[in-house]
């Protein structure tokens, strides 16, 4: 079991001892999207839910959430991220909404968990904002983009 980075040698969960590795940049981009109705669609373009205005509103939960990504996350480190992006594209051919949301911070980890937790709470305030005109929206695709710095180098998603 000592293999394994979140146990130790006794198989009992701990986070990792990163206190003897050097900050780096690092940044992470992550993706999503929420299927629904061309009608719910069409309300959230018109901003005409009761509401309010529902891509601001998940904006701002995407971010928030990204900031308490290690109260959220078993073992995730808490980090000072010098910033959160979250940004939508309304896509009829869903029809629906994708997330695409980006998080850089100057640490000794990585801040890929706090880019797919801002997807996924924004996908998620989106359903939350729009479920009283469409229960049958799906969240799906939430996926690591890229993610660069640290050890381990860059990684991009192929296909």
Do not use: Q
């Not at 780096?24 to 299927?35: H, N, Y």
């Not at 880019?115 to 359903?127: H, N």
């Not at 860059?154 to 296909?159: A, K, L, M, N, S």
Request: net charge neutral; proline share 3%; with cysteine.
């Amino acid at each position: 079991m000592s293999d394994l980075t979140h146990t130790d040698a006794d198989g009992r969960a701990r986070m990792v001892d990163v206190s003897g590795k050097t900050p780096s940049d690092r940044t992470a981009v992550a993706t999503g999207a929420i299927r629904m109705s061309s009608s719910t669609l069409e309300a959230i373009r018109a901003n005409s839910l009761k509401k309010g205005d529902v891509l601001a509103v998940a904006r701002v939960g995407g971010i928030m959430a990204a900031k308490r990504t290690s109260d959220l996350i078993p073992l995730c480190h808490p980090l000072a991220l010098t910033d959160i992006g979250v940004e939508f594209a309304l896509d009829d051919s869903l029809p629906g909404i994708r997330v695409t949301t980006h998080a850089r911070t100057h640490e000794k980890t990585g801040v890929e968990m706090e880019a797919l937790t801002a997807a996924a709470i924004a996908l998620l305030t989106i359903y939350d904002m729009a479920k009283s005109i469409d229960r049958g929206m799906m969240i799906t695709e939430i996926a690591l983009l890229e993610k660069k710095g640290g050890a381990s180098g860059d990684w991009t998603r192929t296909g």
